[in-house]
């Protein structure tokens, strides 16, 4: 059963889920714990049977290390994160 404050659009691709009473039609509701806090969304079926699970739930933070300090990447000013994503990994033999 949906509860009446859940929103009846699907988590991935946005398309609306029909609602007959209280059940979904076209549609799954996932409940995930996140330390402690009930987070519930709602799949089409399309989009559950593609990826049953939760994704795109938050960004991954990056961090890395300037001068000893670890910092996140999103602290960085423009020159220095462009500088990041410009950064070529080399594989020595």
């Given at each position: 059963m949906?509860?009446?404050?859940?929103?009846?659009?699907?988590?991935?691709?946005?398309?609306?889920?029909?609602?007959?009473?209280?059940?979904?039609?076209?549609?799954?509701?996932?409940?995930?714990?996140?330390?402690?806090?009930k987070?519930?969304?709602?799949?089409?079926?399309?989009?559950?049977?593609?990826?049953?699970?939760?994704?795109?739930?938050?960004?991954?933070?990056?961090?890395?290390?300037?001068?000893?300090?670890?910092?996140?990447?999103?602290?960085?000013?423009?020159?220095?994160?462009?500088?990041?994503?410009?950064?070529?990994?080399?594989?020595?033999?």
């Amino acid at each position: 059963m949906v509860s009446k404050n859940a929103q009846n659009i699907c988590h991935d691709c946005g398309k609306e889920i029909k609602m007959v009473g209280d059940e979904l039609k076209n549609g799954k509701i996932l409940v995930y714990d996140d330390n402690g806090n009930k987070i519930t969304i709602v799949k089409c079926d399309g989009c559950y049977k593609k990826n049953p699970g939760l994704s795109n739930f938050r960004n991954c933070e990056v961090y890395s290390r300037i001068v000893g300090y670890l910092r996140p990447t999103s602290q960085w000013n423009k020159g220095k994160q462009q500088e990041y994503k410009e950064r070529m990994e080399f594989v020595v033999k």
